[in-house]
């Protein structure tokens, strides 16, 4: 079972910031990632609950950039026992048999045990090192790791672009 996509959703939601608060940004979200039904049922509870869950996900992926593997795994320990997991197996779209994360409930119950069995996955499968922070200054993102050489530092491309340009430059005024 690949949970890499609920791990992922980690990403987003800690990567979201305030966004996370507007209804209509949290929607859209939700849709693009094709979870349109959950996008249908949310209510302002919902809301204030993933706030709170990006939050603990964002300390995760601070400890983890930090290096503190032991932190980073019992925070995630934490988030496992609050938000338990409920396997179902599935058939859709033409699919074989597959493993989804029961989706009942409250819409940030179900965002919460996606995510953070998501992260656990990954955790378990690739590393803590595989969680990070974009170290391209001034974002603070969130991003997984999921190269194969363990290179990956920044959140995106724009980023990585931003800090290599800005790294040229400094070597051109130094020299």
């Known amino acids: ?8 959703l980690a990403v987003q939601l800690v990567n979201m910031g305030n966004e996370l608060k507007d209804p ?3 929607r859209a979200l939700l849709e693009e990632t094709g979870r ?10 919902d809301i204030d609950a993933l706030c709170e869950l990006r939050d603990e996900l964002a300390g995760v992926f601070a400890s983890a950039a930090d290096g ?3 932190d980073a795994v019992e925070r995630l320990n934490g988030l496992l ?7 179902q197996i599935s058939g859709h779209d033409g699919q074989p048999w597959h493993l989804h994360l029961t989706e009942g409930g409250r819409v940030a119950d179900a965002l919460a045990v ?7 996955s990954v955790v ?4 803590v090192d595989r969680l990070g922070i974009c170290r391209a200054s001034p974002c603070r993102n969130a991003y997984l790791d999921t190269s194969s050489n363990r290179s990956r530092r920044y959140c995106s491309e724009r980023c990585a672009s931003r ?3 800005a790294a040229y430059r400094a070597r051109k005024r130094g020299a």
């Open 1 to 8: 079972m690949d949970l890499t996509s609920y791990a992922e």
């Open 24 to 26: 209509f940004s949290l």
């Open 36 to 45: 349109t039904e959950a996008a249908a049922r949310l209510t302002r509870r």
């Open 68 to 70: 503190d593997d032991a």
């Open 81 to 87: 026992v609050r938000h338990p997991v409920h396997p």
């Open 114 to 120: 996606g995510s953070v069995m998501g992260l656990a």
């Open 124 to 127: 378990t499968r690739l590393g």
């Open 163 to 165: 800090a290599n340009v």
